[in-house]
């Protein structure tokens, strides 16, 4: 799938990634995130991750305690497929 090109509805999670929104476990009660995870399915994120337009950061969610949350960030490819000019 790497060099097959994004469907309407990866291009629609590239954008909503960009504007700050998150794929994580731990956001799935939000309603936001329950409303896009049941129309785009659960597997979505791993689609992005092989078709290569994001990838996923670890960074440190509690300056108290050592937890950690995984943070979608849009690869160069990710935001040539949505128009945005990688820096």
Known sequence: MDNAK??????E??????AGGE???SIGSKPEAKKTRKRYGYDMDSKLVNAGLITYERIKASEKYDIYKRVARLTPAGMEAIGVKAE
Not at 13 to 18: A, F, G, R, T
């Open 13 to 18: 999670w590239l954008k909503w990634i960009s």
């Open 6 to 11: 994004p469907t309407a509805a990866m291009l």
């Open 23 to 25: 794929i994580s476990h």
